[in-house]
Each structure stands twice: as C-alpha cells, then as structure tokens.
C-alpha cells in the first residue's frame, strides 16, 4: 500500500518518513524507532540542527548530526537566517556523510521565528529564495525544504512557495497542513498537500496527524508520494510497521512489548547521552507510549535512569504492587486523545 518515491539517486522505501522532532529525534530515538520496524521507515530526518551553532562550532549542536550506518538513509534538517550560515551548514552536513540536507520552514517557536528562522522564512520569500540558491550551489547532495501551509489564514502561501523553491532545485518537500498561527490545534488541512503535489514535479510529503494504517490511507490520496509521521512515533513506536502491514496496535496492552521498548531504548541512549539527560527523555516516551499502565504514574516521578531501571525490572518480574491489578490500556490510536500532545515549545 506505502509506494517508495526517489530523492534523485535515494529511493525511500516505503514512502514514510520519521518526521523531525525537536527534543526527540535524536540518534537514540530514531535508531529504535528503525529497529522496531524493520522495513518499515523509508528515511528518517534528525531534529532541527542551529546553523549558528553549526558554523559557531558548538560541541552540542554537531553532536545532533551524528548518525549510524543502519539509519541510512539519513537526512538533517537545519534551520537558521543567515545566508552564508545556511550555505556553510548545508556543506558540514554533506561533509558528515548524511544523505540528504533539508531547511527548516515550518518551525513556528517564537524563539526561532523571532531570529528569522523556521516558518518566518515563509514570510520572506525572498530572502528564502537566496537561502535556496545558495545552499544549492553548495551541496550536491539532493536537497528539501520543510514547510507549513502558511502563517496564518489570511497567508497560506505554501502553493506559490513551493513552485518557487522548487525551480531553484530543491528536490522534494515535506508540508505540514497547519499555519504558524495554529500552532499544533486544530486538524491539518491535506487539501494543501494535494494541491502542491499535483502542481510540482517533485516528490510531496504530507504531514500532519497521521497516527495509523487508517489515517495513513485516508491522506495517501492524488500525487502525495509519501507520509512524515511525529507525534505518533512517540505514543506507537511501532506505527510505522502497523500501517505497512495493516495490522492493529500490537503495543494496546502488551505489558512486555512496552517494557522491552523502554529497555531497549535506555541502552541507546546510555550510548549517546550523560546519565543525566537519559531519565528525561526515557520519560518522554513513556509517559506517552504507557498510558493506562500502572506504573507509568511513579516511573514518571523518578529523576534518575537507574530508578527508573529497577522500577521496569520489578514490573518485568511481577514485583511491582500494583502489577495485581491488570493494566486498562487505552486505545493508542485514538486520535482525539494523540491531539493532546502538544509540541513543546522550546522558547
Ligand atoms: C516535539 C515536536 C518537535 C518538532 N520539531 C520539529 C523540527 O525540529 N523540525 C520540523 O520540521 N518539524 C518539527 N516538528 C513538527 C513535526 O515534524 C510534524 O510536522 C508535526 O508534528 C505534524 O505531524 P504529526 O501529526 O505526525 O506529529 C515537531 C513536532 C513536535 C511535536
């Protein structure tokens, strides 16, 4: 059902992408997400990287590129103003061997958007149009561009943006069906993505609210090659082989899944990150991926990865107290609840 598409020489197959998150998608995170579902995940794209940070020589911000051979291919987006910073940063990617370098257009934090940055760049076609040239001087590497419909509803300028842009070569586009101004409220209007990918000659992505096999093939609809999927990684990090292979949730009240996945992705994160900085984002997945079970609520309250390990392990074992009463997992795919995940915003 999921036809691969082609950035140039790069055949994503199938055509479903780990779309970028800020604060999630790190080396860790989409390294389980394409272990979990082999086959499944056609390209996955890093968080936004800062050019600042970049070309400033930021240790942390570099750190953000790095990626395994097993994730090709691999994509980083960037996002910054500044056009020699973005020309600078697009060749540090292809220095780093990723595969694809993508410019951040959709990003609607008001720190980023302040700075020129994100979905501000849909306001200023221009000076977006140089980035574009620029970068694409610079890189042989294929290039894409991710954006949002618009900033508000009185400019919803994606349509005329993405002729523009991809008469400057850029390859492929990703277009989240939300303004800037809705933030993440509100449904994502598809009828935007259709319009583009019937109007370009170039590979269109559709983001926005796809959380199963059957909102997958409600929005594969006209010329839309392919699907970016967020937030449902994170709540299903199995989605992505559930919609290939048109099977339910497998994680809905399966206690053992749930755990081995949270194992699993304690050990990558050991492997990229301090102690520290684990037990945040081993929350972060939990507190969304278990809702329902009986011990998310005081896992969520512990600070520490090794806490939080010998809590799992008591589950594992039938020793935590609660493990009597059977766990009322909620259906994860119901869409209305996944609304309530907001984006975090970092500003
Ligand atoms: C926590 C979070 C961080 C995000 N960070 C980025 C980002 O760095 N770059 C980007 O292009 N989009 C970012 N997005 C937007 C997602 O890639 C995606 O377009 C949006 O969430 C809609 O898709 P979904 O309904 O599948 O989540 C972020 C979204 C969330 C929830």
Known sequence: MIKPYAIRNIT?????????????????????????????????????????????????????MRFSEDERPFCVQIFGYDVDRMRDAALMVQDSGADVVDINCGCPAPKVVKRGGG????????????????????????LTLKMRSGWDDGTRNALELSKMVVSEGVEA????????????????DWSIVESIAETVSVPVLGSGDVVDRRSAEARLTGKVAGLFIGRASIWN???????????????????????????????????????????GKLKQLASQMCRGAPWRKQLL?????????????????????????????????????????QHQDPS
């Open 301 to 341: 309250t512990l600070n520490s990865l090794g806490e939080q390990l010998r809590l799992l392990e008591l589950v594992r074992n039938g020793d935590f107290p609660g493990a009597a009463n059977t766990p009322t997992f909620p259906t994860i795919n119901d869409e209305s609840d996944y609304q309530s995940f």
């Open 173 to 188: 586009l990703a277009v989240h069906g939300r303004t800037r101004a809705q933030l993440y409220r509100g449904e994502a």
């Open 119 to 142: 979905c501000e760049l849909m306001r200023q076609p221009s000076h977006l149009l140089q980035i574009v040239r620029e970068v694409r001087k610079a890189v042989s590497i294929p």
């Open 237 to 279: 990090p199995l989605v992505f082989r559930e919609i290939v292979s048109g099977t339910p949730s497998a994680l809905k009240g399966n206690e053992p899944l749930m755990l081995s996945l949270l194992f699993r992705y304690a050990d990558l994160l050991r492997e990229d990150f301090p102690e520290s900085s684990c037990a």
């Open 12 to 64: 994503v197959q199938p055509g479903l992408v780990l779309s970028p998150m800020s604060g999630v998608t790190t080396r860790a995170f989409r390294r389980l997400i394409k272990e979990s579902n082999p086959g499944a995940v056609g390209l996955v794209v890093s968080e936004f990287v800062s050019v600042e940070g970049m070309t400033r020589g930021s240790r942390r911000t570099l750190e953000m």
